[in-house]
Nanobody
Framework: VQLQASGGGLVQAGGSLRLSCAAS????????MGWFRQVPEKAREFVAT???????????DYAEYVKGRFTISRDNAKNTLYLQMNSLKADDTAVYYC???????????WGQGTLVTVSS
């Protein structure tokens, strides 16, 4: 299983970015997925998760520090996870990792990370 994250970059505070995570090697439709982030010398922290679903209802959960600004979504037909990030702040600067098979703060598979830099 491989998770390829993309969409990171340099953006000014208040701007937006959309991260994508393309999965290969297995379908994601039966897995909880999520985004985490990490800055140097700090532990990786939770950003958002989205559940799997037999129907059309997905349950999402967000860290308090991104709630109302970030939106997690998935397209099972494209085997891809997304993170729409709006109203970005300098504190959002980090390497963002997508994860497959999320349970709590752990996951079965991790992507390679994509760097988001927000300039103030």
């Amino acid at each position: 299983v491989q998770l390829q994250a993309s969409g990171g970059g340099l953006v000014q505070a208040g701007g937006s970015l959309r991260l994508s995570c393309a999965a290969s090697g297995r379908t994601i439709s039966r897995d909880n997925m999520g985004w985490f982030r990490q800055v140097p010398e700090k532990a990786r922290e939770f950003v958002a998760t989205i559940s799997w679903s037999r129907g059309r209802t997905y349950y999402t959960d967000y860290a308090e520090y991104v709630k109302g600004r970030f939106t997690i979504s998935r397209d099972n037909a494209k085997n891809t996870l997304y993170l729409q990030m709006n109203s970005l702040k300098a504190d959002d600067t980090a390497v963002y990792y997508c994860a497959l098979g999320v349970r709590g703060g752990s996951a079965h598979y991790w992507g390679q990370g994509t760097l988001v830099t927000v300039s103030s």
